[in-house]
């Protein structure tokens, strides 16, 4: 019989095999079935909105969490710190005849209403960088599942090359399956000071032709850049000396309904369910915000978990546990019943083969 997720934690908890275990308290409670608890709580999540750190949406998602935890008899302790925000008023790059909307890059570098205006320079997936002084490079990105720019590899190494090239804005074209501008997760200090956007692989076909011209360009990201407070949030149950620990970002770009609604579900239930099945373990879940500026607010309170020679299991949900996969036909891409295969499992050595047959 396979083994579920629940039964890993389990298994790692009771340093034993794992045991079948009935549903947990919130789904008993409504009497419905695991996965339709489960549903409810993807959809709950979905009408609360956009996902941006300390946004509206993400401010009424932590406070939902907050109070499904407190419901099942955690000690919730909520905390704040600041995290970048940009309020925009006009993003576009203009090239003669064509214009397109972009994505700032955040945390954003704003040009000013007028815009930064250069010739455009090509830069290819990883080719070489040459002298950009005064120019708008316009990187392509090799085909791919973008998420984040690093400083030091892949295209964040690129765009640093770029900025140290005298480049005067940049440009990325997120180039991959859904052809749309990609928010990318960067660290919460710009790791370049030059204005950065993204530009849908959809809109950028012109664009590339003018790089190659070397034609005029002029790209504006206006707004005002800051902060606003986003919230972390810490339950807990204390009773035996060994704890089980359970954590999930919750921000992100955009609604987030994949990325972070299904773990956010599945985060859920797994906190209701630990808290019933293991009444002589103290249980620690966490719940943080700035998750797209590199895990900012996971930085700030992870130390306050219980200490490793006390924790039997330290379970993470990560990014898109559970999406749906796709197919391309005909141009364009068709929704699949089944799970996307592209995820990954990383567990210490001793639960390995645990993991890997449940996952």
């Keep these: 019989m396979p083994i579920n997720r629940r039964e890993v934690v389990q298994g790692i908890a009771l340093g034993a095999a794992p045991l079948a275990w009935p549903f947990g308290a919130r789904a008993q409670r409504s009497g419905d079935p695991l996965t339709a608890q489960v549903h409810a709580d993807l959809v709950r999540h979905a009408e609360l909105g956009p996902k ?18 407190r419901g099942t008899g955690y000690e919730v302790h909520e905390s704040t710190f600041d995290a970048p925000f940009f309020v925009m008023r ?48 316009l990187l392509v990105a090799p085909f791919a599942r973008h998420a984040a720019l690093f400083a030091d590899r892949g295209i964040g190494h690129t765009v640093t090359e770029a900025a140290r090239r005298g480049a005067a804005a940049i440009v990325i074209v997120t180039t991959g399956p859904s052809r749309e501008a990609v928010a990318l997760n960067a660290p919460e200090q710009p ?3 030059v204005p950065t956007a993204v530009l849908a692989p959809k809109h950028a076909d012109a664009f590339v032709a003018a790089a190659r ?3 005029q360009a002029t790209l504006v990201v206006d707004g005002d850049a800051a902060h606003r407070p986003c919230k972390n949030i810490v339950g807990r149950l204390e009773r035996g000396p060994r704890w089980i620990a359970i954590s999930t970002p ?23 369910w630990a808290a019933s099945r293991f009444p002589d373990h103290s249980v620690f879940v966490m719940n943080t915000g700035g998750h797209e500026y590199f895990f900012a607010g996971s930085h700030r309170v992870v130390g306050e978990g219980p200490p490793p020679d006390r924790t039997a299991v330290w379970a993470h949900v990560g990014a898109t546990l559970a999406a749906r996969d796709a197919e391309e036909r005909d141009g364009g891409w068709v929704m699949l019943d089944t799970a996307d295969p592209q995820r990954s499992l990383m567990t210490t050595n001793n639960v390995r083969e645990l993991a890997a047959s449940a996952f």
């Design 52 to 69: 941006f750190s300390g946004g509206p949406g993400d401010n009424a998602t932590a406070q939902w969490i907050a109070g499904e935890l």
């Design 213 to 215: 011209a070397a034609a």
């Design 90 to 137: 006009s993003a576009r790059i203009k090239c003669g005849s064509e214009s397109a909307d972009v994505v700032p890059q955040a945390p954003v570098v704003p040009t000013g209403a007028g815009g930064v205006a250069g010739l455009l320079a090509l830069i290819e997936g990883d080719g070489a960088v040459g002298d950009l002084t005064g120019r708008i490079a």
């Design 191 to 193: 790791f370049v000071r």
């Design 250 to 272: 919750r921000s992100g770009w955009y609604d987030c309904v994949a990325e972070r609604g299904t773990g956010t579900a599945v985060f859920l239930d797994l906190a209701d």
